[in-house]
């Protein structure tokens, strides 16, 4: 049974910061893997998505990698700024559209 | 696009009585997701219809729980008889058929007492 997890739990850092999130899996069949932010009281919003043939996608500040073979995805955030404090949460998925979702990082970029 | 619309956004409800949630999903999109997020479990994937057909509902935890899509334009997911563990956040997610990136809603937030 795939498991995703996500490490750390939480997290806190001063503006300007860059930092890297944490998602590792246990099952490496992915079809594909997908970042995504989630702000208080509101639903996702995807950021990212690598396809299992690919190691890293990039989009602006944000830039996230796959290694299949150990298990694990990073998700970078350059220059980090308030406005980046949320939930961020991987889905990994498998088959059609089988999404299963990690247990996410709180972050809070302090000004 | 006013995006994947959900009702009601709050739901308090006593045990036993029926529970419908609602989804109106992005006009044009091919597939839609009902998802659950508690703490203890996190987001999970209840059922996914593709072209109002139910495609997967492995994820539906128990028979108290069934949805359906009439047409492209809504959705529901009904739970009969609710139970307190049933209370999480309820989200509904539509996809066009020519990517893999989803939209989600807002969620309904659901409290059984």
């Known amino acids: 049974k795939q498991e995703v997890t996500q490490i750390p739990a939480a997290l806190s850092v001063p503006e300007g910061e860059n930092l890297v999130l944490n998602c590792s899996f246990t099952?490496?069949?992915?079809?594909?893997l997908q970042w995504f932010r989630q702000d208080p009281g509101k639903g996702l919003t995807s950021l990212l998505l690598i396809q299992s043939s690919q190691r890293e996608q990039t989009s602006g500040r944000l830039n996230a990698s796959l290694d299949k073979s150990s298990g694990r995805s990073t998700l970078y955030i350059a220059a980090s700024q308030p406005g980046d404090s949320a939930t961020y949460l991987c889905?990994?998925?498998?088959?059609?559209?089988?999404?299963?979702f990690g247990t996410g990082t709180r972050l809070k970029v302090l000004a | 696009d006013a995006g994947v619309i959900q009702s009601p956004r709050h739901e308090v409800t006593e045990m036993g009585q029926e529970v419908t949630l609602r989804c109106k999903p992005i006009?044009?999109?091919?597939?839609l997701f009902w998802y659950r997020q508690t703490m203890m479990r996190g987001l999970e994937l209840l059922i996914y219809?593709?072209?109002?057909?139910?495609?997967?509902d492995s994820g539906m935890p128990e028979d108290r729980f069934s949805a359906k899509m009439p047409n492209a334009s809504f959705s529901t997911l009904k739970i009969q008889p609710s139970e307190p563990r049933d209370s999480a956040v309820y989200f509904c997610?539509?996809?066009?058929?020519?990517?893999?990136?989803?939209?989600f809603g807002p969620g309904t937030r659901l409290t059984v007492l």
């Open positions: 997610a539509s996809m066009p058929g020519w990517t893999d990136t989803q939209y």
């Open positions: 219809f593709n072209n109002n057909v139910p495609i997967d």
């Open positions: 889905a990994i998925i498998q088959g059609t559209y089988k999404y299963i």
């Open positions: 099952d490496s069949a992915i079809y594909n």
């Open positions: 006009s044009g999109h091919d597939y």
